[in-house]
């Protein structure tokens, strides 16, 4: 295996960390303003996902740097062509950083109230845009024969990709929901495993209609064949297990599915790609793979030795901090946000 291949793996394993990780995040945060009835449960359902938000988002800044320094033509690629999106997800990140810090320094209930619309949308638009950009990452998008984006924002809205969006929106939304059903208890998490079982079909359905899409929209079924292999199929049927064990009230293996259904799905999307980083639509030819987006072998080997050298500290990390705060929240509890 070249040291180009190893790349694409490390940048897609990151990615599908930070997808895993800010999933239920992102569906936490999308619930606080309907599943806290006061002020109290609000920071209960916050509090859940305090201890690990801003941790969550290093796994998208290091996929963000990998790329750049790995495949530069890519990174190049994807942020011009992709701006206007990358402009407003970073504009809700931010938002919903500094809505997690100042919500709680004032009492006031329309204080309180305004921050909790923000961190309402600063966690609803990053998984719509990022659904968006998967879809459109799928099917192509206009790029010549320079590697240049000749297209406009609205060239990456279509019905597939709305579809795309919203697939992920509900999907990160019921992650979310099930999270809570494991760090909270009592009214809590009654409401959130009524509200999981609730957009559990909604899910289910929703994705397959981006599946059957996929095979009109995209080269996906004529890449990997009308049998894409085991890993699609049990995303699949982890998504569809998902019902089963909320009824049962089995949280934590409801909980499991929808990451191994997350972790799956974006294997699925990396398999679709390679060896392509960004598909023309304009001629196969002019595509991006991960040879002619690459940096020089040197550059990519030191990379490999630092890599090598450094996530596994930030995984030890990661599962240390995720440890500590295994327990679950009570209301009774010092609350920090």
């Known amino acids: 295996m070249d040291l180009n291949t190893i790349w694409f793996l490390i940048i897609g394993a990151l990615f599908t960390a930070f997808f895993l990780l800010e999933g239920f995040d992102y569906g936490v945060g999308m619930l606080v303003p309907f599943l806290g009835r006061t002020d109290e449960e609000r920071r209960v359902i916050i509090n859940t996902i305090g201890p690990f938000w801003d941790a969550n988002e290093v796994w998208f800044i290091t996929a963000g740097a990998s790329m750049f320094a790995a495949f530069p033509n890519w990174y190049a690629t994807l942020f011009s062509g992709f701006y206007l999106a990358l402009f407003l997800l970073l504009?809700?990140?931010?938002?919903?950083?500094v809505s997690f810090e100042f919500r709680s320094k004032l009492t006031?209930?329309?204080w309180r109230r305004g921050w909790d619309w923000v961190i309402f949308f600063g966690s609803l638009l990053p998984p719509l845009l990022w659904g968006v950009a998967?879809?459109?990452?799928m099917?192509?998008?206009p790029i010549d024969q320079h590697m240049n984006y000749v297209g406009t924002f609205w060239d990456l809205i279509s019905v597939y990709s709305v579809v795309g969006g919203a697939s992920v929106v509900l999907l990160f939304l019921l992650h979310g929901a099930l999270f809570l059903t494991l760090r909270t208890e009592g009214a809590i998490q009654r409401r959130a495993r009524r509200l999981a079982l609730a957009i559990g079909a909604w899910t289910t359905a929703l994705t397959f209609f981006f599946v059957i899409l996929s095979y009109f929209e995209t080269d996906m079924f004529t890449r990997?064949?009308?049998?894409?292999?085991s890993i699609p199929i049990l995303a699949g049927?982890?998504?569809f297990s998902v019902q089963f064990f909320i009824r049962a009230k089995r949280d934590a293996w409801a909980f499991a599915m929808t990451a191994l259904t997350i972790v799956l799905s974006t294997i699925t999307v990396f398999m679709d790609l390679y060896p392509r980083v960004m598909v023309s639509s304009l001629?196969?030819?002019?595509?991006?793979?991960i040879y002619n987006a690459a940096s020089n072998p040197y550059s990519l080997r030191v990379m490999t030795i630092i890599a090598l050298t450094v996530l596994p500290l930030v995984v030890l990390y990661q599962i240390w901090s995720y440890w500590v705060f295994r327990h679950r929240l009570k209301a009774a509890e010092h609350l920090e946000y």
Do not use: F
């Open 108 to 110: 006031h209930a329309g």
């Open 283 to 289: 001629n196969p030819d002019w595509s991006l793979t």
């Open 91 to 97: 504009i809700a990140l931010i938002g919903r950083g």
């Open 139 to 141: 099917r192509g998008v």
């Open 224 to 229: 990997l064949g009308v049998d894409p292999g």
């Open 237 to 239: 049927l982890s998504l």
């Open 134 to 137: 998967l879809a459109n990452l």
